[in-house]
Structures are given as structure tokens and as C-alpha cells.
């Protein structure tokens, strides 16, 4: 399958500041790419999806200017979590997809990016 | 909003069994996208339907895209320890403007050698 690398794989900052993760689609041109955060046990929730050179979507609830979100290239995906506090602490997760067979679709994730804001 | 319903939510099973675990919604998918996660890790893609009625195998897993189009299962044969972690059905919405893939709640399996 194709590959998208995330980093970094962990992250500790303190309360206040800022953490950027990246999100690369390292052997493909990704149509779209996604953000997913992950608590424990849980599923993963869909926080904003963006197209290379357009303003990413964001999901109901998710703070556009808490989570910013740049897709500078078709390979590549920012999200800084700004002004980080505890309950920001969570498993973020990038994905990027391609499309395949017309309007089908097919989405590959990065490692995650475990995140603990102290 | 849109969801996806998974059932059933863990297995405890034996190695050597056989697994099914399905994925239900009230809308209609373009995509059925099955994934497994280990803990700490992104989840890993193992199977990708496209048509309704599509059955597709990939080792000792076999998934089928339901004909509504708002159903999948999954089935592991002759489950080892490795089999081991949560699975995700996900899906791609029918005529979205854009390419948004929703996950299930995931069905946690564990296999007791």
C-alpha cells in the first residue's frame, strides 16, 4: 500500500505553546488529506479534511483557529495545535487519500502522533 | 450526522477460530474501507471495497460490500495471536463533494492462544 509518514511520532510541550505535526504522502499525489484525533479507546473522529491550496473543512465542534490546518503541496499537510492546554493531549492521526476506479477512494494513515501537553 | 454502527464491539475467541464482525449504517457509501490498528500505531488498511455485492479476500481475510450499500462484513480464517487489535469499518459517503471517510466504533479482538 502507499506510504504517508507523520511526525513527530511524540510530542511533550508545556501548556501554552504551540506544536506543529506533519503529514507527508511519501510515493503518491494525495487528493485530499485528513485529520483525525483519537482519545483511549475510542474510535477516531474526523476533526477537518483539506484539498492542496483550498481552506480546510472542519468538523462541527472543532476550533478552526485552535487547530490550523496547511496543505501547501499534494504531498504534504500541517496541523499546529496552537496555544496548547491538557485537554488538547490526545492521538492525532493524518491520513491522505487517493482516488482509484473513478470516484472511488482509498485512505492511507500516518503512524500518529501522540501528543501530551503538561 | 452520519454513522456507522460495528458489531459486535470485542471478541474474545481462541486461536484457531474463525472471526465475522459487520458494519451497518442508515446511509448509502461509495467506499467500504476495512482497517486494523495496533495499540500506539495508525490504523493499517487491509481491504477496499467498491461495488455493491463485491467480495474481496486478502490472506485469511475476506470483507464483502453489502448490495444496499449500507452494509459490510469482515471475516478472519483461522485466527493466530497476531489477529490481535481493534478493527474499523470506514466508509466514503455516496455523492459527497468531497472525499470524507467516517470510521466506525472498531471491534476490539482478542485471541487467546
Known amino acids: 500500500g502507499a506510504v504517508v509518514s507523520q511526525h513527530p511520532s511524540r510530542v511533550i510541550c508545556k501548556s501554552g505553546t504551540s506544536v506543529k505535526i506533519e503529514c507527508r504522502s511519501l510515493?503518491?499525489?494525495?487528493?485530499?488529506m485528513f485529520w483525525y484525533r483519537q482519545f483511549p479507546k475510542q474510535s477516531l473522529m474526523l476533526m477537518a479534511t483539506?484539498?492542496?491550496?483550498?481552506?480546510?473543512?472542519?468538523e462541527q465542534g472543532v476550533e478552526k483557529d485552535k487547530f490550523l490546518i496547511n496543505h501547501a503541496s499534494l504531498t504534504l499537510s500541517t496541523l499546529t495545535v496552537t496555544s496548547a492546554h491538557p485537554e488538547d493531549s490526545s492521538f492525532y492521526i493524518c491520513?491522505?487519500?487517493?482516488?482509484?476506479?473513478?470516484?472511488?477512494?482509498?485512505?492511507?494513515f500516518g503512524q500518529g502522533t501522540r501528543l501530551t501537553v503538561v | 450526522g452520519q454513522q456507522l454502527n460495528q458489531s459486535p464491539q470485542s471478541m474474545f475467541i481462541q486461536e484457531g477460530e474463525d472471526v465475522s464482525m459487520n458494519c451497518t449504517s442508515s446511509?448509502?457509501?461509495?467506499?467500504w474501507l476495512w482497517y486494523k490498528q495496533d495499540p500506539g500505531e495508525g490504523p493499517v488498511l487491509l481491504i477496499a471495497?467498491?461495488?455493491?455485492?463485491e467480495l474481496t479476500s486478502n490472506g485469511r481475510l475476506t470483507a464483502q460490500f453489502g448490495i444496499t450499500r449500507k452494509d459490510s462484513f469482515l471475516n478472519i480464517s483461522a485466527s493466530i495471536p497476531s489477529d490481535v487489535g481493534i478493527y474499523f469499518c470506514?466508509?466514503?459517503?455516496?455523492?459527497?463533494?468531497?472525499?470524507?471517510?467516517?470510521f466506525g466504533p472498531g471491534t476490539s479482538l482478542s485471541v487467546i492462544p
Open positions: 491520513s491522505a487519500s487517493r482516488r482509484i476506479q473513478g470516484e472511488n477512494t482509498e485512505a492511507f
Open positions: 510515493d503518491f499525489q494525495a487528493t485530499t
Open positions: 483539506s484539498n492542496e491550496g483550498s481552506k480546510a473543512t472542519y
Open positions: 446511509s448509502i457509501f461509495n467506499t
Open positions: 471495497l467498491y461495488k455493491a455485492g
Open positions: 470506514a466508509g466514503q459517503l455516496w455523492r459527497t463533494s468531497y472525499d470524507k471517510v467516517i
